[in-house]
C-alpha cells in the first residue's frame, strides 16, 4: 500500500515557477514508476510527466516539454514536479499517482493517486 500526499500548489503569475511534492508512505516506494496529471476545469485529467522508479528515465507529454521537470528522491519518499514559465494553461488540479508498471501512467493508469493540488496561473 502506498498513500501520497501532494503538496506545493498555489496561485502564481504567468512566466513564474512552482514545485510541487508528493510525500510517499510505504517502505518500497522505490520499485514504483510516478507520475503526474492534472486536471483543468471542465477538461479530462491528462498525463503530464512520469518517472521511474529509479530515477533513469523520464518521459513528459508535449505541452510541458521544456518548462517542466519531475525528479525523485527515493531517501525521502518524495516525487517533485518542477514548473517554469507557466501559463495560463497550466492552471489545473494537479495530481500525483504511482504505479508499478512505468509504461502504464500515461494511459492513466496507476494503483495509488494522490488527492491533488490546485496550480492557478494568472495573467
Known amino acids: 500500500q502506498v498513500h501520497l500526499v501532494e503538496s506545493g500548489g498555489g496561485l502564481v503569475q504567468t512566466g513564474g515557477s512552482l514545485r510541487l511534492s508528493c510525500a510517499a508512505s510505504?517502505?518500497?516506494?522505490?520499485?514504483?514508476?510516478a507520475g503526474w496529471f492534472r486536471q483543468a476545469p471542465g477538461k479530462e485529467r491528462e498525463f503530464v510527466a512520469r518517472?521511474?522508479?529509479?530515477?533513469?528515465?523520464?518521459h513528459y507529454t508535449d505541452s510541458v516539454k521544456g518548462r517542466f521537470t519531475i525528479s525523485r528522491d527515493n531517501a525521502k519518499n518524495t516525487v517533485y514536479l518542477q514548473m517554469i514559465s507557466l501559463k495560463s494553461e497550466d492552471t489545473a488540479v494537479y495530481y500525483c499517482?504511482?504505479?508499478?508498471?512505468?509504461?502504464?501512467?500515461?494511459?492513466?493508469?496507476?494503483?495509488?493517486w494522490g488527492q491533488g493540488t490546485q496550480v492557478t496561473v494568472s495573467s
Open positions: 510505504g517502505r518500497t516506494f522505490s520499485s514504483y514508476a
Open positions: 518517472i521511474s522508479g529509479d530515477g533513469s528515465n523520464r
Open positions: 499517482a504511482a504505479d508499478g508498471n512505468f509504461w502504464r501512467l500515461p494511459g492513466g493508469v496507476a494503483d495509488y
